[in-house]
């Protein structure tokens, strides 16, 4: 089946703009999770969806970071203001259920110039 | 802080060798284990997953878990260069919903 997809793949902006960032997780999965990856550094996790809950923000490293998550399913990531430390790939991964395997989208590569 | 350490590499194994990566965590209350393989320019793939003390084979990759010394590690047997990449460890527990990833091992497989 269609997995985790994102979009856009890259994207470029000046610093200063907002910027919105899209992931549709595979379809039935409850749990939908954002992560940061900077050149040559891990993953750094940045927020948690799971069902109606009220989302973990607690990796968000700032208050220009923000997202939601609609009917479940589709998630966007919102960065306001952005900055050149911003630079990085934004990835999204689904799993089926809390702490169960997380499938990963192929990323956005962002760039703030 | 909970963290997850790796040795960052490169590791480099002749091809047909074994190639064996290590990870420490620091929280003793994780549940769940996953090994990622991450190509350049691509994202984080599962390889394996492991709950459990012990071993898990697939194919020619094998997991050990000892949740005792807080240890984790990844054996790839007959080691191809297409298993030249990034292995990242991630550790999950019953609290945290997201991984804690480490910073990875950088795999090199010498034709």
């Known amino acids: 089946g269609a997995g985790v997809s994102q979009s856009p793949s890259n994207k470029v902006t000046e610093k200063g703009k907002d910027v919105e960032l899209r992931c549709d997780p595979i379809?039935?999965?409850?749990?939908l999770y954002w992560y940061r990856q900077s050149l040559g550094q891990g993953l750094e996790f940045l927020i948690y969806?799971?069902?109606?809950?009220?989302?973990?923000k607690s990796g968000l490293p700032s208050d220009r970071f923000s997202a939601e998550r609609t009917g479940g399913s589709v998630s966007t990531l919102t960065i306001q203001r952005t900055q050149q430390e911003d630079s990085a790939v934004y990835l999204c991964?689904?799993?089926?259920?809390?702490?169960?395997?997380?499938?990963f989208g192929p990323g956005t590569r962002l760039l703030v110039l | 802080q909970k963290e997850v350490e790796q040795n960052s590499g490169p590791l480099s194994v002749p091809e047909g060798a074994i190639a064996s990566l290590n990870c420490t965590y620091s929280?003793?209350?994780?549940?769940?284990f996953f090994w990622y393989r991450q190509y350049s320019g691509k994202s984080p793939e599962l390889i394996m997953s492991?709950?459990?003390?012990g071993d898990k084979e697939d194919g020619r990759f094998t997991a050990q878990l000892n949740k005792a010394s807080q240890y984790v590690s990844l054996l790839i047997r007959d080691s191809q260069p297409s298993d030249s990449a990034t292995y990242l460890c991630?550790?999950?527990?019953?609290?945290?919903?997201?991984?804690?990833f480490g910073s990875g091992t950088r795999l090199q497989v010498q034709p």
């Open positions: 991964a689904s799993s089926p259920n809390r702490g169960e395997t997380q499938y």
């Open positions: 969806f799971q069902g109606n809950s009220a989302p973990d």
């Open positions: 379809s039935g999965h409850t749990a």
């Open positions: 991630a550790v999950t527990d019953t609290g945290r919903r997201a991984l804690t």
């Open positions: 929280d003793r209350g994780s549940q769940s």
């Open positions: 492991i709950y459990s003390n």
